[in-house]
């Protein structure tokens, strides 16, 4: 998977990120985990997320709420550079 990020703005305990995803239809989906608890605002693509809690198509303007520690898989077989 190619994965980009860069730091915009960090303070103690938070930082804010502008992350790019290039995986695409030819990318397998493989489990992941989010190592703090995180806020993600989906402003580019469209990509397929699964967790424990279920599974959703996220699209630009969805809100994304993770949990620090719990696991999830992107699919992007709808195309690359989510955002």
């Known amino acids: 998977m190619s994965l980009t ?47 424990g809690g279920g599974r959703a198509v996220l699209a630009p303007g969805v809100i994304l709420l993770g949990n620090a520690g719990a696991c999830f898989e992107c699919g992007h077989e709808l195309g690359t550079g989510d955002r």
């Open 5 to 51: 990020s860069r730091m915009l703005a960090s303070g103690p305990g938070w930082s804010v990120s502008d992350v790019t995803c290039t995986a695409g239809p030819h990318d397998r989906s493989f489990e992941e985990r989010h190592d703090t608890a995180s806020i993600a605002a989906v402003t580019a693509g469209t990509f397929q997320y699964r967790s």
